[in-house]
């Protein structure tokens, strides 16, 4: 029995936008995120690049800064559309506005273009500039292309076939232009996900403003709690702002790591350009919001802002100074707090924090190394450790959690406890519940089983909301 004849291949050529269409993301947006990780001070040239032109823009951001297109996220059902194409015998043309050294990278990398067609820091090929290029080269109507944007209505009325990436109300417009093709469906951003990126879950860290007032009991105070609540809500606003940008200048590292490569940003799920749109917006409320609480706090959260901000450009991939770093980030939540209402943050309450809080930022640190060496990696992207350092961070972290118990012991024992409570000896069963918990955590992090944020992971594991009720019911006792 003779084998059945392949079908023959389509003689026009197959021409393939890259942003937006083989990729959900835009290459120019995140080469400029690149930038601003890796060289920041590179961004006040930018001014200059942009008064030379789109495609000098495009050129001197991908000379400066290399996204891993190994990494980047792939419409899978288009490629394998794409792959079906290529084994017909169908000519496949990378034509893209993205600056030529992206095209070459990323046609390398998947191995399915026959050309390529980019822009070159003089010509930025985009709408009407690619459609002169695709027609002087193939003819009206001598060529297919397969685009995602309204630029692409540009393209398509010289193209014999129209191949949206899209929404339908697009694929209608480009099928009055050129013949209709296949359509390659894809959903809007929903709100579910914008939520999910601004980490709403995280907000839970901001309970911290609430400490001062609550160990100088005066929490039920109206004006107190009130200020408090309004503090919270700025701070939670500023976080998600804060979130959204780190997740944008971490995308590379994100793409590479197990849990987070599923983050909307990293997936391309959400645009990286309305992700700063919206960390504006988010930073603006914060701001409003915390000037009509007062000055001092203003100043701490602006101080934070900038402190996160240090942090996601660089102080991350500084070993140590990243984790102090944390520590310090939780402390002045505290400190905010304080700020709000007026309530003084003691001595005792700082050095509790910083040492608590230096143990938890460990542990969150060595988790993901932890993670990194089980999958075979020596050094996580992104961060300043690599496997070797593991045994150092466990007595970090560890040592820092018992200085913490010791803060509080001599705490117990000082005049100021004294004077706050009716009886403070029954304080003194704190210590024992939160060294069990301390050593707890630290146990379950060397086993490889601590996969949250280590204060996420207290608020959801039963053994520490135990510890926590057990803790306040001392208290009670002793007041």
């Known amino acids: ?38 060289a920041p001070g590179a961004l006040l040239s930018l001014p200059r690049w942009i008064a030379r032109g789109r495609a000098a823009l495009k050129q001197e951001l991908a000379q400066r800064a290399r996204i891993d297109v190994s990494h980047l996220p792939y419409r899978r059902d288009l490629l394998d559309w794409l792959r079906s194409e290529r084994e017909r015998g169908r000519r496949l043309v990378l034509a893209t506005a993205a600056d030529r050294r992206i095209a070459d990278a990323v046609a390398e990398h998947l191995g399915l273009f026959d050309e390529i067609i980019a822009s070159d820091g003089a010509d930025n ?8 290029v695709l027609v002087a080269r193939y003819g009206e109507k001598g060529f297919d292309y397969v685009g995602n944007d309204a630029v692409d209505l540009k393209v398509w009325p010289s193209a014999r076939q129209a191949i949206v990436v899209g929404s339908a109300g697009l694929a209608a417009r480009a099928a009055r232009l050129a013949e209709p093709g296949p359509v390659f469906a894809t959903p809007a951003p929903s709100p579910r996900l914008w939520l999910k990126a601004a980490r709403l879950y995280q907000w839970i860290k901001n309970l911290l403003i609430f400490v001062p007032a609550l160990l100088s009991h005066r929490i039920a105070e109206p004006d107190v709690l009130g200020t408090a609540l309004l503090a919270f809500v700025a701070f939670g606003l500023c976080a998600s702002s804060v979130y959204l940008i780190n997740d944008l200048l971490d995308l590379d590292a994100d793409r590479r790591h197990p849990r ?7 997936v391309g799920a959400l645009p990286a350009s309305q992700g700063l749109q919206v960390a504006a917006l988010l930073a603006l409320a914060a701001a409003l919001t915390a000037v ?44 905010a707090g304080g700020a709000a209402t007026g309530v003084e943050v003691t001595f005792w ?3 509790f924090s910083m040492f608590m809080f230096l143990s938890l930022a460990v542990v969150k640190r060595y988790a993901e190394l932890h993670d990194a060496a089980r999958a075979g990696l020596t050094k996580p992207a992104g961060r300043g ?16 959690g018992f200085a913490a118990i010791v803060v509080l012991a ?41 996969h949250d944020d280590p204060i996420l992971f207290a608020l959801r594991d039963r053994a520490s ?14 007041i």
């Open 1 to 38: 029995m003779s084998a059945l004849p392949r079908p023959a291949a389509d003689p026009i050529p197959l021409c393939v936008d890259l942003d937006g269409t083989l990729t959900p993301i835009d290459t120019l947006h995140e080469t400029a995120l690149a930038l601003a990780r890796e």
């Open 125 to 132: 090929l985009s709408g009407a500039a690619k459609r002169a």
């Open 260 to 266: 987070k490569r599923k983050r909307p940003f990293a």
């Open 292 to 335: 009509e609480i007062g000055g001092l706090f203003a100043a701490v959260l602006a101080a934070y802002y900038a402190c996160t901000c240090a942090y996601s450009l660089r102080l991350k991939r500084s070993p140590i100074v990243d984790v102090m770093m944390l520590a310090g980030l939780y402390t002045i939540r505290i400190v």
């Open 349 to 351: 309450l700082l050095a």
């Open 385 to 400: 450790y690599g496997a070797d350092d593991l045994p150092l961070l466990l007595s970090l972290g560890t040592a820092s």
């Open 410 to 450: 001599l705490y117990i024992n000082s005049p100021q406890s004294e004077a706050l409570y009716g009886d403070s000896r029954p304080l003194w069963l704190i210590c024992p519940l939160l060294l069990y918990w301390v050593c707890r955590v630290w146990l379950l992090t060397t086993r490889g089983r601590m």
């Open 465 to 478: 909301l135990t510890i926590i009720g057990l803790m306040a019911a001392i208290v009670l006792v002793a």
